[in-house]
């Protein structure tokens, strides 16, 4: 079934998602701290079923992508009743960039439940944070493969439902288990961080 995504950053990963789902007839509403004109040329570049909204109205949509920076996370919690939606988390948790890219000490928590505990009530699913977007953003169809996308949540209906979206989009999902586990592996600095696989 078609959906629609709210997409919360409209950068490099929110864009590339986004095309991801277009590709295959989903619906994106995206937003960006600008605002306003400043998604004009995006959504025009993206294509039929891509409209600019504000962050609030994304928060509305069938599923929400957050996809903007770590230190911009805090800013949603009051901006809609986050309880029973699926939130896809793609970011990361890094506080300063090139070239020491240093992540928060969250005192043992993984990020991911960090976000969780910011947005109450969401069904929190990592995913789409590992790979660099412009490997992203490549045909997940390689050589007969398909590049494998990590997948964790606590929920297992939200988590399935994010799983079949990635396998819908032509990548290999895996399931890593719940955000305790699976999501320290997946973050910044986790075991598979950064890890391009194909899985045949
Ligand atoms: N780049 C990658 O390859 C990559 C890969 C995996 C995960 N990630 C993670 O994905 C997240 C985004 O990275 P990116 O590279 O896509 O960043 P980016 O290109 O800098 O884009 C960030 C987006 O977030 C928007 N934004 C900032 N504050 C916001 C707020 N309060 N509300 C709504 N939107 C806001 C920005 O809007 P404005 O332009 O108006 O400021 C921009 O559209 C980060 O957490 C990053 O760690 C990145």
Not at 12 to 27: D, E, F, M, P, S
Not at 91 to 105: L, S
Not at 158 to 163: A, D, L, M, N
């Amino acid at each position: 079934m078609k959906k629609t995504f709210g997409i919360i950053g409209a950068g490099n990963i929110g864009q590339t998602v986004a095309r991801h789902l277009l590709k295959v007839g989903h619906r994106v509403i995206l937003a960006n701290n600008s605002g306003g004109d400043s998604l004009a040329e995006i959504t025009r570049s993206l294509g039929a079923g891509a409209v600019a909204g504000t962050a609030r109205q994304a928060a509305q949509a069938d599923i929400v992508l957050l996809s903007l920076p770590w230190s911009q996370v805090p800013t949603l919690k009051d901006i809609t009743d986050w309880t029973g939606k699926t939130v896809i988390d793609a970011t990361n948790h890094f506080i300063t960039y090139a070239p020491d890219f240093k992540v928060e000490d969250l005192g043992g928590k993984a990020s991911s439940e960090v976000v969780a505990s910011l947005l109450p009530g969401a069904k929190i699913v990592k995913a789409f944070n590992t790979i660099f977007y412009k490997t992203l953003a490549e045909d997940p169809h390689v050589a007969g493969g398909n590049r494998a996308l990590f997948v964790s949540g606590n929920d297992q209906t939200s988590k399935s439902e994010v799983i079949s979206v990635i396998a819908s989009l032509g990548f290999a999902p895996i399931d890593l288990g719940t955000l305790s586990q699976g999501s320290k592996l997946q973050q910044a600095k986790g075991a598979l961080a950064t890890l391009n696989l194909i899985k045949y």
